[in-house]
């Protein structure tokens, strides 16, 4: 959690409605705003969580008659970003009429067929199976939240009684019971049976509202969830978790606990299937991770089915002692731990499988806790990684609530099962789309704010990996993180600034990579620089920096990834950005040249021992990679002009000429290669080199 999150999760929700701007909008825009109200604050649903609906008049495209129409946000999505499009919209008199199709709870999956039949305006966006729990509620506006502070009253062993002493008859209650066309019926039934009654409480659940004008339903969802925080805050016992059984460790030795942890972790569950990882040390989290009750409410699960979709049926703590740290002891019981959860998982799963139930699915935990450290979340993407720990904190609040003022009750283990392998759940697994080449990667790429370093993130990134950036330049660092952050969103790019000729930079930027995203797949050492001068004016600084960077440089990142990639045990890949210069001797540039053959070499050194662990190591070439380069834009054109006797604006043209192709090299041909060398594509070939010089018989290689 932020800090920007916790402190609005300690400020009062207020209502952020306004009139002036209400006035402006057609009812499906009413719909659209209140929506995005709501989903903009966490504490009134979480990401992807909850759902609001309205009922409204429209014309009939066939008949050109008024007729009633149901706008609910449909499957997928999220409320804060949700647009127009991103809305079912259904006859109401057809969903009415499906009530005559109904054949009973042991047919519920089916209603589900029967809804894109209902569909208005041959709308495509499917609608979600909490449709009919929207549908048939006698009110024109109903919003479905998951707060925190209602989710702990409905998890606990006394929610319906609690129901009744906090909103003094405002709400009802209905038991828990599985989202789906029967509960509609329910909610149908009591919120008719009792027309007084602003919602409902669902057990172990949520909160569903209504209200004649999308202001009053909006209001009355943002009075009832200030209603439960304030009588919790009045009544919790106090300490929460029954107090602290462990100290927490300093913010610096809980990242590089953490650091250490990931990788060993990620490599040991993403053998299969690659995973991301994310690391959560704010205050809820320390709070729950180094209490007394930790083990036992770890043990019950979550109660809220959209917590325990993301989170699965409970996390695994592992063993830490923060008061006496030992990480290599940490280390080391990993493998008997996550063998003892998957064992546990497989056992769950044979207990509660029905004949219908897919084929297991992956055994590993996706939320990990250690105490005095935080919280480690994995899964297929950052993203998920991340709304997975913001979930399981939704979960240690609804823990924190439930347990001060009664007992916190989990999901029931069948329940929890017969949501998880809901074969309408399973059927929304097979229809996501085919993972891209690099999902589930991790690049380093280094000289990150050049033209090429850049033209690599963004191949990458559009691959599906994620990129750490580092360079020396933290301005331009930054504005190339903003720019690349703008393309692919904020879950999957980071940036360190960082010199590379410095170790303990080395060591701080790989650490960084591996508590940002988990470990560390892909290197792409691009840091680079150019010199040319005669032999005779080659000064021993000139021939030093050329040195530090581009040989003790390439030495120090290829050796800190080597042992993170080592570590992980799951291979990975290095490209090394070379040059024609490392193939080729050039008059002038003495230093320069030599250091990229050193560079090369290297490389190759790396790529024999590498081989044993699964790591592969290659070179690309470029050639005069002029457009977008700050190497060309700086005194290099200048020196590379004088030596070839001509002018420097006409340096493009002149290397265009002098290929064997004619064509002039562009970063994103460099970055097209990269890719190539790091993907699966290559997954056979190590110890090479591509030249993408458009052509140089000179740098052939032999």
């Known amino acids: 959690m932020t800090d920007s999150a916790q402190a609005q999760s300690r400020a009062p929700i207020n209502s952020l409605w306004d009139d002036a701007k209400a006035a402006t909008l057609s009812a499906p825009e009413l719909l659209l705003y209140r929506s995005n109200l709501l989903g903009s604050d966490l504490r009134v649903t979480n990401f992807g969580g909850g759902n609001t609906s309205a009922k409204i008049i429209q014309q009939d495209y066939l008949s050109g008659l008024d007729t009633e129409v149901l706008w609910v946000k449909g499957s997928g999505g999220d409320l804060g970003s949700i647009k127009l499009d991103g809305f079912s919209t259904l006859y109401m008199d ?6 005559e199709r109904y054949r009973g709870l042991a047919h519920e999956d089916e209603m589900v067929d029967y809804l894109p039949h209902c569909t208005f305006n041959l709308n495509p966006r499917a609608a979600s199976i909490d449709t009919p729990l929207h549908a048939y509620i006698q009110r024109a506006h109903v919003d479905h939240m998951h707060p925190d502070a209602i989710i702990a009253i409905a998890a606990c062993k006394n929610s319906r009684q609690l129901t009744e002493t906090i909103f003094g008859g405002q709400l009802g209650w209905l038991a828990w019971q599985r989202p789906g066309y029967d509960l509609g019926l329910k909610l149908e039934a009591l919120s008719t049976q009792q027309p007084q009654l602003k919602g409902i409480i669902l057990e172990g659940h949520g909160l569903f509202t209504w209200g004649d004008t999308a202001k009053s339903c909006y209001e009355t969802t943002l009075e009832m969830i200030r209603l439960a925080e304030q009588w919790l805050a009045e009544n919790e016992r106090q300490p929460s978790f029954g107090g602290a059984k462990h100290g927490q460790l300093d913010a610096e030795a809980r990242a590089a606990v953490a650091a250490k942890v990931m990788p060993a972790l990620r490599g040991r569950i993403g053998k299969a299937e690659r995973k991301l990882g994310h690391f959560d040390d704010s205050a809820a989290v320390l709070q729950f991770v180094c209490s007394q009750d930790l083990p036992a409410l770890a043990a019950l699960g979550t109660s809220c089915p959209d917590h325990f979709l993301r989170t699965k049926i409970r996390p695994l703590v592992l063993d830490f002692d923060p008061a006496q740290p030992d990480v290599d002891a940490l280390l080391a019981s990993l493998d008997a731990k996550l063998d003892a959860y998957r064992a546990d998982y497989a056992a769950y799963y044979e207990r509660c499988k029905r004949p219908t139930s897919p084929a297991m699915r992956d055994a590993n935990p996706v939320i990990y806790l250690i105490p005095g450290v935080g919280m480690l979340s994995f899964a297929k993407d950052k993203a998920t990684a991340r709304i997975a720990a913001e979930f399981y904190v939704n979960a240690i609040n609804v823990m924190r609530g439930a347990n001060g003022v009664d007992q916190y009750v989990g999901l029931p283990e069948q329940e929890a099962f017969d949501i998880e392998y809901w074969l309408l759940e399973e059927a929304k697994l097979q229809r996501m ?24 993130a963004r191949q990458l990134l559009a691959e599906g990996a994620c990129v750490m950036l580092t360079d020396i330049d933290a301005e331009a660092l930054e504005q190339a993180r903003l720019a690349l952050t ?15 000729t410095a170790e303990s930079q080395v060591e701080s930027l790989l650490n960084a990579t591996a508590l940002r995203f988990g470990g560390l797949d892909i290197l792409v050492s691009n840091a680079g620089i150019a010199s040319a001068a005669p032999l005779e004016d080659t000064t021993l600084e000139i021939w030093q920096r050329n040195q530090n960077i581009l040989v003790t440089g390439y ?11 080592k570590q992980q045990g799951i291979g990975g890949s290095m490209v090394f950005v070379a040059s024609k210069n490392g193939l080729v001797a050039s008059a002038g540039a003495s230093a320069y040249c030599t ?3 050193a560079e090369i070499h290297l490389a190759r050194c790396i790529a024999l021992e590498g081989a044993a662990v699964g790591v592969r190591v290659n070179v690309v070439n470029p050639d005069a990679v002029i457009r977008g380069s700050r190497i060309w834009d700086g005194k290099w054109k200048e020196e590379r002009a004088a030596s070839n006797k001509i002018d420097s604006d006409d340096i493009e043209e002149f290397y265009r000429q002098r290929s064997m192709l004619k064509l002039s090299v562009l970063p994103e041909d460099i970055a097209e290669a990269v890719y190539f060398l790091a993907s699966d594509k290559a997954g056979k070939s190590t110890g090479n080199v591509i030249n993408v010089d458009a052509g140089n018989a000179a740098a052939f290689t032999r």
């Not at 703008?486 to 590379?500: E, F, L, N, T, Y």
């Not at 030495?555 to 990639?565: I, N, Q, S, Y």
């Open 486 to 500: 703008k393309a692919a969103g904020k879950d999957s790019v980071a940036a360190v600034r960082g010199d590379i």
């Open 595 to 597: 250091a990229k053959a």
């Open 94 to 99: 057809k969903l009415r009429a499906l009530k």
């Open 555 to 565: 030495f120090l990142v290829g050796r800190g990834a080597f042992r993170l990639m």
């Open 433 to 456: 789309p085919k993972p891209k080449s690099l999902a589930g990667r991790v690049a380093l790429v280094t000289g990150g704010a050049g033209g090429i370093g850049q033209a690599v």
